[in-house]
C-alpha cells in the first residue's frame, strides 16, 4: 500500500511513519485540574467500546487550542501548541449515555472554556497524530471526571438535543446559524445530534459533517446560472499550496493531490493522486480520504454564497515542509482562505491551468487533469 493514499488508516497494520514520529510534549500529573477548550475526543479503536473524553490544555489560551481557523505560523508553531493538549479518556459503549458520557456531551457543546477535574489511573506516552483528526499530546486514563461548572450551551443545540431531528439536517441547521464546522463536528461527535443517538470517533465525525453539508449544497446550487469566466485562486500555508479553479460548467469537482518526495506521507517518491464527482450524489468513500470533502467544502460554501455553479479544479501540492500530519484542518482552511483572495481571470481553462504549473513544484497533475472527458471537451471548445 503506499503510504500517501493510506495515510495512516492501517491499511498495512502499524504505521512505521506515524510510530517514527518523536516530538516533546507536556507531562500529565496524577490529577487533572486544567481547563477544556472546550473539546472532547472519541476514539475508534475497538468501536463500539472506545477510549472518550474530554481535551485539557496546560498553558495559554484554552480557546485558541481547538479553533482551527485561527492557527497560522508553521508546522512547528501547530505541534507546539497542540502537544500541551491531553486527551483524558476512559473506555465507554458508543450507545450507552451514562453520567460520564452525559458530561463528556456538555463539555462538547459548551459555548466556552471551563475546569474540569479527574483522577489519572495510568499516562500512554502516545502522541495523537492523524491525517484526519487534529494532534495532541499523551492521553491519560482518567476516573471520577468532574465540571467545575455547569457549561452554557447554544440554545439551538439544546434543542436539538432533545428534538427528533434527523442528524443530517441537524447538521445543516447549525451550519445555516453560523456555527464552525469544527463545532458542529464536535457535537456531532458526542452524540448530541439525530434520533438515534450514539458517540461517534472523531476521525468518522469530521468527514461525516464535511461530506453531509457538501453534498446539502450540491443540490442547493444545482439550479444556480453557471459562472461566466474563468477564474483561479492561490492559497499557501503549512507546507500546503492550494489552487482552485473555476470555470463555466454545471457543477463537477474534481481535486488533484500531489505529495512531493519527502512529505510526510510520501518521503521516498512523488504521489500524485486524483478523484472527482458531479451533480449527483458521490456514492464511494473518496480514495483521496478525508482531505477530498475537506477540500470540496469551502468551494461549495463560495458558490452558494453567490449563487452560482461551476465546474472546479482543485489541486493540493504537499511540500517537504510538511513534516507531520495536522489534520485535514489545514486543507478546509486553506481552501477555504483561498476562496477569500482576488482571484485571477483567464480567457480560457488552458490559460489558467498553464499558469497554475507555474504555482507548483511538480507538473505531472495536469495529465491527469487532461483525462477527465468532460474537461477535454471543455478546453477543445477553449
Request: hydrophobic residues 40%; aromatic residues 12%.
Amino acid at each position: 500500500m503506499i503510504c500517501a493514499k493510506c495515510k495512516g488508516n492501517l491499511v498495512c497494520g502499524r504505521c512505521k511513519l506515524l510510530e517514527s514520529i518523536n516530538v516533546a510534549y507536556l507531562p500529565v500529573k496524577n490529577k487533572i485540574e486544567d481547563p477544556t477548550p472546550p473539546s472532547i475526543f472519541i476514539g475508534r479503536i475497538g468501536y463500539p467500546k472506545v477510549f472518550a473524553g474530554p481535551l485539557v490544555v496546560f498553558s495559554g489560551n484554552p480557546e485558541l487550542y481547538d479553533n482551527p481557523s485561527s492557527w497560522s505560523g508553521r508546522v512547528e508553531d501547530v505541534l507546539r501548541m497542540r502537544m500541551n493538549v491531553a486527551r483524558g479518556v476512559k473506555r465507554v459503549d458508543v450507545k450507552r449515555f451514562d453520567e460520564y458520557v452525559l458530561k463528556i456531551q456538555e463539555i462538547a457543546a459548551a459555548k466556552k472554556y471551563f475546569d474540569v477535574e479527574a483522577d489519572v489511573k495510568k499516562v500512554v506516552k502516545k502522541p495523537l497524530f492523524d491525517e484526519i483528526v487534529n494532534p495532541a499530546g499523551v492521553s491519560a486514563r482518567i476516573e471520577n471526571l468532574k465540571l467545575a461548572e455547569n457549561p452554557k450551551l447554544p440554545g439551538v443545540v439544546e434543542k436539538l438535543w432533545y428534538d427528533e431531528v434527523k442528524a443530517n439536517e441537524a447538521v445543516y441547521k447549525l451550519f445555516e446559524r453560523g456555527f464552525p464546522t469544527h463545532y458542529i463536528q464536535r457535537v456531532f461527535s458526542a452524540g448530541i445530534l439525530g434520533v438515534e443517538k450514539k458517540l461517534v470517533p472523531t476521525r468518522w465525525s469530521i468527514t461525516a459533517v464535511h461530506d453531509i453539508l457538501g453534498e446539502k449544497i450540491k443540490e442547493e446550487i444545482k439550479d444556480f446560472d453557471e459562472i461566466n469566466d474563468v477564474s483561479l485562486f492561490f492559497y499557501e500555508h503549512f507546507g500546503n499550496r492550494f489552487v482552485v479553479i473555476l470555470y463555466p460548467s454545471s457543477y463537477h469537482f474534481q481535486l488533484v493531490e500531489v505529495w512531493i518526495e519527502e512529505s510526510f506521507w510520501s518521503p521516498e517518491r512523488t504521489w500524485i493522486g486524483v478523484d472527482s464527482e458531479s451533480r449527483g450524489k458521490k456514492k464511494k468513500y473518496s480514495e483521496l480520504s478525508g482531505g477530498y470533502y475537506a477540500a470540496r467544502l469551502p468551494v461549495l460554501e463560495y458558490l452558494k454564497e453567490k449563487r452560482r455553479q461551476a465546474g472546479v479544479i482543485v489541486v493540493r501540492e504537499i511540500t517537504p515542509e510538511y513534516k507531520f500530519p495536522l489534520g485535514v484542518w489545514v486543507v478546509e482552511e486553506g481552501i477555504r482562505k483561498a476562496m477569500k483572495t482576488k482571484p485571477l481571470k483567464f480567457e480560457t481553462l488552458h490559460e489558467s491551468l498553464s499558469y497554475a504549473e507555474k504555482l507548483t513544484l511538480n507538473k505531472d497533475w495536469r495529465k491527469l487533469i487532461f483525462k477527465q472527458t468532460s474537461l477535454d471537451r471543455f478546453l477543445r471548445s477553449s
